[in-house]
């Protein structure tokens, strides 16, 4: 183990600041109230940065290629990140043991877009809970935008996969820990103090989540509604110090304890015994061993041991667990009474349950809960994790059927060859997608090689886009000799000419009618959607529409327009990155790649790139084609998709990269 060095103010502003006082509240679904002017917050978060920074250069000194690097909890969550950009590829597992909060309340963390893009990096997130990885997902599709499936996220070629991984105990441990002559003298201990009274046993940290006050409301609840139990119940609640102040809930506590007594205790009987610091380990598996019953009222818990070790200690007395179904165990001990602690009359009717429960019933429910506490040992969590981790680095590293493009091949073949073909879509290919049409400008660098490649006499460079022309004029008309098709090969601008020219001058357009119909009734019933009109094609965005309801209405228009238009008119539909796209059939990339081949049958080197759908003509056709393997380099952006290209380049800005690698090549 190496160690990592901090200076005391940045590991105090990390861990009492930002970690403690921002993440931690917020994943628990704690809303901030003491807000300044934003210097501490600002002092705070680059704590935050500059420790996940240090913790990272470590990590990179002592990397060896092979080594899987697995990060764990809240603290770290901008490390994959950090290690990614320097080890593009390094094998990362992220572990999140706290819960992770809807998209709601985890879009309120003003840092939440770093947060994410640190945390995506990894190849695989663990969460304890289905619900705690949904959260995650959907924020990652809400906040920045990016493709998801149920099992994971997609951004620039890269997928992190998200996925389930209930967390266990050191069971022997335990056995041998509860087994102990103390524990079995202060058994007795406890016995003979409480002897001929039921015993309900709560041991808690006292911080909010924890449900302590919500626990004691509902044992006040139950001896008001429940008066046969009274003498015959003691509860012993155990509660550790927080780390964090939690003074105004100790004394609520110590109130509602004081009230408790008061009102159902007598000279001979105290019904709540409250005990306010550490307890031993022998008092506490003591305690979890001679219950008769263990209530566990978390309002928001990541995790929750104890339950396990509650079923551990029960292995010959077999009492019933209470547990809040916002526990992160919760899910996996479905055999517990399961209530909601905000439910008070509902926890009081689950301790009368636990008490009046039949012995036969007792061991069925035990047996279950025993069964998966034995199955799924901390040492079955990390080998199930460190295995679907492996497993999900195989099948990206496996996922394309096309290999990842052999970019020394091609520089070859682009270096000795007369006559080059060269085309670019434009969306995807060779600029990021973006939220908005109109914010997809091109990238500096990308515009200067792409210069330089229109430069070269042998070659002739082709953008063919969805775009509309008045789009490819403001963006990439400055380009010298470039050659332009708009609207998926509705337009064609050939290299150094100013005019474009309409291939379905003579089409009939009267289509559009319907198709605008039906779009605007799916617009106006999906806030954030829109229409964009162009000459020869209609597309219906939904990139700024809530994700989960934007895929959704998408299906529906795509099957309302099967049934309604395109069994009567001559349309297909394209399903884009985010919309959908009606256009005459025989309009496509495809046909312009055709129509530029015809015009080129010399040329022996053809470069395509391309990253949807509408690009699957252009690749199609090449395939067609009778141009020799090691000449085609058709190109598909991104990874994990079925496609007709030959090659695959996992980002953009691979593209770009590989363009100026080509003008370099042509230069030595």
Not at 102 to 124: D, T, W
Not at 410 to 434: C, E, N, S, V, W
Not at 545 to 558: I, L, N, S, V
Not at 605 to 630: H, Q, W, Y
Request: glycine residues 6%; hydrophobic residues 35%; negative net charge.
């Amino acid at each position: 183990m190496v160690p990592v060095f901090l200076d005391d103010e940045s590991a105090t502003n990390h861990y009492e600041g930002y970690c403690k006082t921002v993440l931690w509240p917020l994943f628990h679904y704690i809303m901030w109230n003491d807000a300044t002017d934003g210097r501490r917050e600002a002092r705070e978060w680059n704590a935050y940065h500059h420790v996940n920074q240090q913790f990272a250069k470590v990590v990179i000194e002592n990397y060896r290629k092979g080594d899987i690097i697995w990060v764990h909890d809240y603290h770290l969550l901008l490390l994959p990140g950090m290690i990614r950009d320097r080890i593009p590829d390094a094998k990362i597992g992220l572990f999140v043991h706290a819960p992770f909060p809807s998209s709601e309340i985890f879009r309120c963390l003003p840092k939440r877009e770093e947060v994410l893009r640190g945390m995506v990096a990894a190849n695989q997130i663990g969460y304890q809970t289905f619900s705690y990885a949904r959260h995650f997902i959907s924020s990652c599709t809400r906040v920045l935008g990016y493709e998801s499936t149920p099992n994971g996220v997609s951004v620039d070629g890269h997928h992190c996969q998200v996925g389930t991984f209930p967390i266990g105990i050191d069971t022997d441990k335990v056995n041998q820990r509860r087994k102990s002559p103390r524990v079995d003298d202060t058994i007795k201990a406890i016995g003979d103090l409480y002897a001929g009274k039921k015993i309900i046993v709560g041991r808690d940290k006292l911080d909010l989540v924890k449900g302590v006050q919500q626990k004691l409301e509902a044992f006040e609840y139950f001896l008001s509604h429940y008066p046969e139990w009274h003498n015959k119940v003691v509860l012993v609640q155990a509660t550790d110090p927080a780390i964090s102040d939690s003074a105004k809930l100790e004394t609520r506590v110590s109130e509602m304890v004081a009230h408790i007594n008061g009102t159902y205790g007598s000279l001979e009987f105290t019904p709540l015994h409250h005990f306010h610091h550490f307890i031993q380990p022998d008092e506490y598996y003591a305690l979890l061993s001679i219950a008769d019953a263990a209530l566990i009222t978390s309002v928001r818990d990541g995790m929750n041991t104890t339950s396990f070790e509650y079923v551990m200690c029960q292995e010959e007395k077999q009492s019933p667990l209470i547990l809040s179904e916002f526990t992160g165990t919760a899910g996996s001990l479905s055999e517990a009474l399961l209530v909601n602690p905000w439910d008070h009359a509902g926890v009081a009717k689950a301790i009368n349950d636990a008490l009046c429960m039949s012995e036969e019933e007792k061991k069925l429910r035990h047996k279950v809960m025993h069964d998966h506490v034995i199955s799924h040992k901390a040492e079955n969590w990390a080998h199930s994790f460190m295995k679907n981790l492996m497993s999900s680095i195989a099948t990206e590293e496996e996922s394309a059927d096309t290999p990842l493009l052999d970019t020394k091949l091609m520089y070859q073949q682009y270096q000795k060859a007369h006559k080059r073909l060269i085309f670019f879509d434009y969306d995807g290919t060779l600029t990021p997608i973006k939220k908005t049409p109109g914010a997809a400008l091109p990238p500096n660098d990308m515009l200067q090689y792409l210069q330089l490649l229109c430069d070269d006499p042998k070659n002739i460079v082709w953008v063919i886009s969805g775009r509309d022309q008045s789009a490819l004029d403001k963006w990439l008309g400055g380009i010298r000799n470039l050659g332009f098709s708009a609207e998926h090969g509705a337009f064609m601008k050939h290299p150094a000419s100013d005019k474009w020219i309409n291939l379905t001058e003579h089409m009939d357009m009267s289509w559009k009618h319907d198709v605008i119909e039906i779009f605007t009734y799916y617009t106006e019933r999906t806030a954030g959607s829109f229409i964009e009109h162009k000459r020869c094609s209609l597309t219906w965005h939904y990139r700024l529409a809530d994700p989960e309801y934007g895929a959704f209405q998408a299906k529906e228009c795509q099957n309302h327009l099967e049934n309604a238009v395109l069994s009567k008119l001559p349309v297909e539909i394209l399903v884009g990155k985010k919309n959908l796209e009606v256009r005459p059939t025989s309009i496509n990339k495809g046909e312009i790649v055709k129509r530029l081949l015809a015009a080129s049958e010399d040329a022996d080197f053809v470069l395509c790139a391309g990253d949807d759908k509408t690009d699957e003509d252009m690749f199609r056709t090449l395939r067609k084609s009778n141009i020799p393997d090691d000449q085609l380099f058709s190109v598909t952006v991104g990874t994990e998709k079925k496609t007709m290209a030959l090659w695959h380049i996992p980002t953009v800005q691979d593209v770009i990269d590989s363009m100026g690698k080509l003008v370099e090549t042509n230069r030595s």
